[in-house]
């Protein structure tokens, strides 16, 4: 049974992005909040990066979705069954973090596309896609995603350091933003963003009194699989689970379920790249 409408894959296509609202319930979203809140190992491998501003993003990543709270988002079929209808076959995970942009400290991510990063691991076409899951209500005022629509289409666009962040070509996203409107996606907890790994996409620094916790489920077309080794996996079969097991954990469980966390101090070499690649 087909979970996407043709409207919300011809949207897809043509702006490079769809938001499906309440993909996962109250119950779900607050499971999923409670347990990232108090995951004591997500704080500890959490990195902070300088937003070029003098503020700090922190988000925490996971290449393997496993068994726990997150792997059972991950994993569960009214996501992937989702993501493989918009990729037209079977995806793998590529990797999952969690943004952590906390009220009043959080800072703001450059304008970039996935694939301006992913590229960089050998991964030959922008055939993956990201689906964003708002743990917390998303707005304007607590630096809700903002997306050019419509941007995908411009294909790769050259990436630069900005602070500690690799970001897009600003000539370009400043030409793009005059042709092509610019959406805040505003969301409630438990709306899911899907989005082109070509689409630019920002966020502003989080000044207000509330968080913004957001889940991000990276997906790669299996027939996309990369062609060296890199920080993130080549295909791996993806699981797929039920979407009951998300509340069949139960808090308790979920909170002492362990997730390898990702050294991005080590690991992230999308910035190291880009660092050779200007020296060279």
């Known amino acids: 049974m087909k979970l996407l409408t043709e409207e919300q894959l011809s949207d897809y296509e043509r702006d490079g992005y769809i938001v499906v609202r309440n993909l996962f319930s109250e119950q779900e979203i607050d499971l999923l909040g409670q347990a990232a809140r108090n995951d004591n190992e997500m704080d500890k491998s959490s990195s902070q990066k300088d937003d070029g501003e003098g503020n700090a993003v922190r988000l925490a990543l996971w290449n393997h979705p496993g068994d726990g709270i997150y792997g059972m988002f991950a994993r569960c079929r009214k996501m992937v069954n989702r993501v493989e209808e918009i990729l037209r076959e079977e995806v793998y995970h590529y990797h999952s973090k969690m943004i952590l942009k906390d009220a009043k400290v959080?800072?703001?991510?450059?304008?970039?596309?996935?694939?301006?990063?992913?590229?960089?691991?050998?991964?030959?076409?922008?055939?993956?896609?990201?689906?964003?899951?708002?743990?917390?209500?998303?707005?304007?005022?607590?630096?809700?995603?903002?997306?050019?629509?419509?941007?995908?289409?411009?294909?790769?666009?050259?990436?630069?350091?900005?602070?500690?962040?690799?970001?897009?070509?600003?000539?370009?996203?400043?030409?793009?933003?005059?042709?092509?409107?610019?959406?805040?996606?505003?969301?409630?907890?438990?709306?899911?963003?899907?989005?082109?790994?070509?689409?630019?996409?920002?966020?502003?620094?989080?000044?207000?009194?509330?968080?913004?916790?957001?889940?991000?489920c990276c997906y790669n077309a299996a027939s996309n699989d990369p062609y060296k080794d890199s920080h993130h996996p080549r295909y791996t079969k993806l699981e797929k689970v039920e979407d009951d097991r998300i509340l069949a954990i139960g808090y308790d469980h979920a909170s002492r379920m362990q997730t390898e966390f990702a050294d991005l101090n080590r690991d992230d070499t999308s910035a190291k790249s880009l660092r050779q690649n200007q020296s060279s």
């Open 106 to 216: 959080g800072g703001a991510w450059a304008w970039h596309q996935d694939y301006g990063y992913w590229y960089q691991n050998g991964v030959l076409f922008p055939n993956l896609c990201s689906v964003m899951i708002a743990v917390d209500k998303a707005t304007i005022e607590n630096g809700c995603m903002q997306v050019i629509r419509g941007s995908h289409k411009l294909g790769r666009v050259n990436h630069v350091l900005s602070g500690e962040q690799a970001g897009a070509d600003m000539e370009r996203v400043e030409e793009a933003k005059k042709r092509m409107d610019l959406v805040h996606v505003t969301m409630d907890p438990g709306d899911a963003l899907f989005f082109h790994s070509n689409t630019l996409h920002a966020s502003d620094a989080n000044e207000s009194d509330h968080p913004r916790w957001a889940m991000i």
